[in-house]
Each structure stands twice: as C-alpha cells, then as structure tokens.
C-alpha cells in the first residue's frame, strides 16, 4: 500500500510542477506570481499589491519602486545589481495605472518635479512645492556606440535590425521611430510619442528596459542578455546616452547659470583691471625715464654755455 501511494504522491508532484514553473511574469523578472486556480495565474509587483500585465511592458515607475524595494522583502527574487547607485533611481510615487506622480518626495522632506518619465525637471524644494500635471515626454534621443570593427555597418543594415529588435523585445510599434541615424561608431535612435493609447507602450518603458538590457540587468524573466545581429554580425554595444525632451521645457531656476555669468564677469573684470594696471604702470615709467632723459639733456646744455666765451 505505501509503495502505491508513493507512486501516486510522485505523479501528482510532477504534474504539479510544470503549472507552477508556468506560472512566471516574463517581462518583469520581479513580479510576485501565483496561481490562483486552474490555468489563472496571477501576477503583482513584489512589494506592492499592484497587478502586473506579463504581456507588455511595466511601467518604469512600478520598476523603479521595485528596484527600490529592501532585499529581504524580494524574497526568493533575484535583487537588481544597480540598486547601490543611488545617483538615478529614487522609490518613487505612482498612481495606480503605473504613470508617475508629478511631484516625488524623498524621506527627508525634499520635493521636485518630474516628467512622465520619471526625470527631474524642476529645482528640489520642499513640501510645499506645487508642481501641477505631469508634463509628457514625447521625445526620446537613445544614443550609443559600438565596438570597433575593421568594417562599418550598412546603414539600412542597422535601420532594419533596430527596428525588429524594439518592435519584437520591447513591442513598441514601429510608428513611434522617428529615425535612426548611424555614423560609425555612433547610433541615433529618435523615438517621438505624442500620447499613449491604452493599447500601445510608453516610449519612456521601452527605453528604461533597453537601458537595463544594454547594462546587463535585465528586467525579463529569463534574464537573457541582449544580443542585437546586424545582417548576421553581432551588434556589440560599447556606451550608452538617453535624452528626453519633453512637450514643456524644464523649469530649472536660473542659480546655476547666474553664478556662472557672475564667475565668468569676475575674471573679465580681473583681467580688464591687471591690463589697465600693467598699462599704466609701463605709461608712468615710460614718462619717467623721459624726464630723467629732458633733464640730463638739459644739464649738458647748459654746461655747454657757461664753456663758451
């Protein structure tokens, strides 16, 4: 009899296991999954009781707060690499449907700005810092480099393998690429997205998982790293710059730049003051050694005089 229920104990185990490996967000390697019933798995943010949508793309902001999240509260996650940096990523505030709250607010009671994004557009302030709706992103500059090679890519080349590898990895629509420019080593990649249906990625999503594929932390599932094959050669990235640039230009005060004009009127002003002073000291010594010159001739002169009978 226990021979038989231990084969039966096996089978039920095995059958068991496939449903709950299957049960994986495969776009957000830290979402929380369960199955909640035959063939209903259900997946939220670790951390968080907000749902994940494994067939798109997480908002960067549901991303970055997972990010931020301790390590002990992960649990058997694997803990993002970047997290000691603390340079770029902050635990930010989001609504409910993933989008960035327009005003982010640390623990010590500094407040700023920020786009839908997610990047500071204003000074830091305090509590009281109003920053109204959220202001859109709707260019994106990816910027980046190559390794060297003996030979360039063609340009439609790399065009074509770009635009595959964000429309297939990131499923962003190929309507949303405004360009790609590539002049060896360098690559251009424009992304412009005026509004967000509810149906397509946000280009801001898109270019926060190309970031982390490219530093090779990757946010999905099975944590491949990036491969991009241009015309059956690999596509080695060696650096990487993002711009945004948003539907309103950044409010930034005018500080900095003010003690930058004060810094470079200073050393003008210096310098106009030792040029004079040099001047004026060659004029006075100029005048000097004439006198002293007028005088002796002078003397001579006179000398020459009193001589004569």
Known sequence: MEPLFGVVLALILAAASPANDSCTCATNKWAVCAQDGPGNCTCRLAGSNHPVDCSTLTSKCFLMK???????????????????????????????????????????????????????????GGRSLSCGELVRTRWIYIELTHKRRSKAFHVPDVTKALTQLFESRYKLHPKYIAAIKYEPPLIQIRLHQNKKPSWDVDIADVAYYFEKDVNNDSVFRSNSKLTVSVNGDALAIDKLWI?????KPPEFCMRQLAAGISAVVTVVLLTAGIGIA????????????????????????????SELP
């Open 66 to 124: 997972a990010e931020m999240m301790p390590l002990k509260e992960k649990r058997l996650w694997r803990p993002p690499r970047g997290v000691l940096d603390s340079d770029g990523i902050y635990s930010p505030d989001c609504e409910d449907s993933g989008a960035f709250k327009a005003r982010q607010c640390n623990q010590s009671s500094t407040c700023w700005c920020v786009n839908s994004a997610g990047v500071r557009r204003t000074e830091r």
């Open 278 to 305: 040099a001047l004026l000291i060659l004029r006075w010594l100029r005048t000097r050694t004439y006198k002293k010159f007028e005088c002796k001739e002078m003397r001579e002169i006179k000398a020459t005089s």
């Open 243 to 247: 711009y945004y640039v948003d539907e």
